[in-house]
């Protein structure tokens, strides 16, 4: 089992970055595909980004590509996501998630274990 724990949140304005830290608490964490997800109010959550065990293949969904860059640390057990641009859309309850295949994939259902999520509140 691995523990997450996000942070990086915050209010910001429109144009402005943020990045998310997602700590792992495994010293297995190599061995998981790491995803993060968003939730915004009243709709479902979605994928937005996920890096493979070493951090040589990454997939964004296509509203964040060109704006979101997904990385990880494995030295540190940590997961990135730098996001710039950002936009009021953007707004939502950030999650990371792991899951111990080797296939990323999009699918929330793949994912085991998850954090407790970041809010990201964009103002226009």
């Known amino acids: 089992q691995v523990q997450l724990v996000e942070s990086g949140g915050g209010l910001v304005q429109a144009g402005d970055s943020l990045r998310l830290s997602c700590a792992g608490s495994?010293?297995?964490?190599?061995?998981?595909?790491m995803a993060w997800f968003r939730q915004a109010p009243g709709k479902e959550r979605e994928f937005v980004a996920a890096i493979s065990w070493g951090g040589a293949y990454r997939t964004s969904e296509d509203s964040v590509k060109g704006r979101f860059t997904i990385s990880r640390d494995n030295a540190k057990n940590t997961v990135y996501l730098q996001m710039n641009s950002l936009k009021p859309e953007d707004t939502a309850v950030y999650y990371c998630?792991?899951?111990?295949?080797?296939?990323?994939?999009?699918?929330?259902?793949?994912?085991?274990?998850w954090g407790q999520g970041t809010q990201v509140t964009v103002s226009s």
């Open positions: 998630a792991a899951d111990g295949s080797t296939v990323i994939r999009s699918n929330s259902a793949a994912y085991a274990y």
């Open positions: 495994r010293r297995t964490f190599n061995k998981y595909v």
